[in-house]
């Protein structure tokens, strides 16, 4: 891409109110990034059938001025800024109307296009709770999935938290910022921020760097990340929040919402609580909750046996996927789970012990044979 058409892009991108839907309306009316800048407001008024007031000469080359400085910053910086018809633009926003026009990302952009993307956000003041609980999902869905992208918002609490145990895991992750990406907010996550990159993560954001650090954006910046992401998780948060205005987002873009729940009286349990009730969010427990209501094959734990054997009857397959999924279960337990009555359950749990592929535990529960 020349400068020029950058400059435009960006200048375009960055104009009032504009989003991927608006962006795509002036497309559909031959109205390029170029042409609004460079024709006259009375003839692209009379083109969109918008008021010629929006298109003000002033205001738009003033944008434009503003564009050729960051275009040269872009440039000087190794940024991808990738306008909504780049082929490196992120195709889970396209299906979103009100995502960015153009998104600039620090890192490679192309891990935004993992096959499994997890959102991870909650409150800034997390609980040993939900830390612990963030560890032990991000390993356990690092540990079983391949292509896996952990998206959050490099905030305090549950989002730094996220960042750092996929980080630990060698999973991607990457982070939506409220600003440009001259700066890092909070100035505590700089070190972070440099090893997302490094581990093949990225920092994206709308904003382009003559943006000030404002509240509001960080409202905004939440639509990016459920976006972004297959499945938002919620793990902590009060009732009011950005994590709770994610779990909303999510949900207005037929995006998964899962929450964990907490004690009735804990402060940052009362958001997911009341998600979960409302049935705005399906209850997360551990990784397993989240890959079956995603349909997501988890591997199999190396050196079971299931895995090392090749001749596994077809009945057998699924009470060891059951079992794999929710280890511990009872026969109750499988019958639900398969959809079959109880004798049949029970006759074949009686096979399969006998052939060595389940173990019987105490309070009639089975599980999977340690090698």
Same mark, same amino acid.
């Given at each position: ?129 939900? %830390? +612990?609980? &963030?560890?032990?999902?991000?390993? *356990? !869905?690092?540990? /079983? ?7 959050? =918002? ?74 972004? %992401? +297959?499945? &938002?998780?919620?793990?902590?948060? *009060? !009732?009011?929040? /950005? ?7 999510? =949900? ?75 280890? +511990?279960? &009872? ?41």
């Amino acid at each position: 891409m020349d400068a020029d058409s950058l400059t435009y892009r960006i200048a375009f991108a960055s104009y009032r109110s504009m989003t991927l839907g608006l962006a795509r309306r002036f497309g559909g009316l031959g109205v390029t990034p170029e042409a609004f800048f460079t024709r006259e407001a009375r003839e692209l008024a009379a083109l969109t059938g918008v008021r010629a007031e929006y298109f003000g000469d002033r205001r738009r080359q003033e944008t434009l001025g503003r564009a050729v400085q960051e275009a040269a910053f872009v440039r000087g910086n190794g940024i991808s800024a990738l306008f909504h018809t780049d082929a490196a633009y992120p195709a889970r926003l396209l299906e979103c109307d009100d995502a960015p026009a153009m998104l600039y990302f620090t890192g490679p952009a192309e891990a935004a296009a993992a096959r499994h993307s997890v959102a991870i956000v909650g409150t800034r003041h997390c609980t040993h709770y939900g %830390a +612990d609980f &963030t560890q032990r999902l991000v390993a *356990d !869905l690092a540990s /079983g999935l391949d292509s896996l992208l952990i998206v959050s =918002g490099l905030a305090y609490g549950i989002d730094i938290c996220a960042h750092r145990a996929a980080l630990g895991c060698g999973v991607p992750t990457g982070a939506v910022v409220a600003h440009g990406l001259n700066t890092v907010y909070p100035s505590e996550h700089r070190q972070d921020a440099r090893t997302m990159i490094r581990q093949g993560g990225f920092i994206t954001t709308e904003y382009p760097s003559w943006t000030s650090i404002h509240r509001g954006n960080f409202l905004a910046r939440n639509r990016i990340v459920a976006a972004l %992401a +297959d499945v &938002t998780v919620i793990v902590e948060s *009060d !009732l009011r929040g /950005g994590a709770m205005a994610t779990a909303r987002i999510a =949900g207005a873009y037929n995006r998964e919402v899962m929450a964990l729940p907490g004690r009735v009286n804990d402060t940052y349990s009362r958001g997911c609580n009341e998600l979960i009730v409302s049935r705005q969010a399906s209850m997360i427990r551990h990784a397993a909750d989240l890959t079956d209501l995603m349909g997501w094959s988890m591997k199999a734990a190396p050196g079971t046996q299931q895995e090392l054997s090749f001749d596994v009857p077809d009945e057998y397959r699924p009470v060891l996927d059951a079992l794999r999924a929710s280890p +511990d279960m &009872t026969a109750n337990d499988l019958c639900v789970a398969l959809g079959l009555p109880y004798a049949e359950v029970s006759a074949l749990l009686f096979r399969m012990e006998l052939d060595d592929f389940i173990t019987a535990l105490p309070g009639n529960r089975y599980g999977l044979p340690s090698k």
